[in-house]
Every structure is written in C-alpha cells, then in structure tokens.
C-alpha cells in the first residue's frame, strides 16, 4: 500500500512539474507612435521569461531596442578609467581608417559612456551613449546624441527587472513596450 501510495504522489508531483503551470509567460504590450507623436500601432507579444531577468539585454534580445549596449555595465576591473578597443590590431589606430569602441567608467566602476566611432557611409553606425543610473545601479536612461538625439528610459520592478522601456527621437515618444 505504502508503494501504491509513493507511486501515485511521485506521479501527481510530475505531472505538476512538467505543466504549463510552471511556465511564467509575461505579456509585452508594444506600442508604436508616429513621426508626429500620434499612436501609429499597438501589438501584444508573449515570452517565456522563467529564470530570465529582464533588464536591457532582454529587451535587445527580444525587441532589438536599444540598438547597440555593452555586454555589462559594471566592470569591477575598471574605475575612473577609458578603455578603448580598436576594430583591427593591425593597422594605424586612426579613427579616420580604423573604428573604435570606447567606454568612459566612473568611481563605482560603471560604465557613464560608451561610443563607437563608426563610419556613416558603411553599415558600421556610430554612436555614443550617454548612461543614467538610479541608487540601485539600475541603467534608468541611455542618450545618445549621434543619431538623431536617441533616448532610452526605463522603470524597473521592485524586483529589478524593467517593466516599462521608452524609445525617443527628437524628443518624441517613438515606442513604448511595457510588461505585464
């Protein structure tokens, strides 16, 4: 009896841990404005997000926005330093000829400014991102001023994941994508 009993809790506690009822599926609302400000489109996507975290390179990953991040924000290597890395090693390191990507850390060893020096005529754009964080180390706003005056805000969780992200152009509301 006491096997028929096990078998059977085994058999329930797999059928809960193999459902759908584990799946934590969050629902993005995606809503697109015009040149003008005036809302263009709305669209509702659905992503499995279980042991996720959804910060900037989630939303990159899913949304393709923002366009261009470092791989992390914080970098304990570096304080109060610029790093730069040239595109190729093996030839002058002239912006002109050869692109480079920098990233300007603060004190608290975090990424305030990343750019790429880019070329405008090839599909090697440039940018240089302004960052914003809030008292969690949260990045809370990027700009960047290359690219016709791009802006990011973000509203985090208290969880810490971001809940809303805002995409601007000129100072106008080109994307909204908020979770729910």
Known sequence: MKNI???LII??????????????TTKFY?????????????TIQRIETKGKTLDLHFYNDNFSIPFYLP?????????NEVVQTWARDDV???????????????????VIRYSYSGC??????????RVFYNSDNRVIK?????????????????????TKLKFYTDEKLKILIKSK
């Not at 058999?11 to 934590?24: D, E, G, H, K, Y």
């Not at 002058?92 to 975090?110: F, G, H, M």
């Open 92 to 110: 002058e390191k002239n912006i002109e000829s050869n692109w480079v990507y920098t990233k300007v850390y603060d004190s608290l060893s975090r």
């Open 120 to 129: 405008l005529i090839c599909s090697n754009f440039p940018y240089d991102y």
């Open 30 to 42: 995606i809503i697109e404005y015009d040149y003008d400000g005036r809302f263009s489109e709305k």
């Open 142 to 162: 990027l700009v960047n001023n290359v690219n016709g005056n791009e802006k990011f805000e973000m509203k985090y969780n208290r969880k810490g994941h971001i």
């Open 11 to 24: 058999t329930i506690l797999s059928a809960f841990s193999f459902s759908p009822i584990n799946n934590v």
């Open 71 to 79: 791989k992390q924000f914080i970098d304990k290597a570096f304080k």
């Open 5 to 7: 009993n096990l078998i």
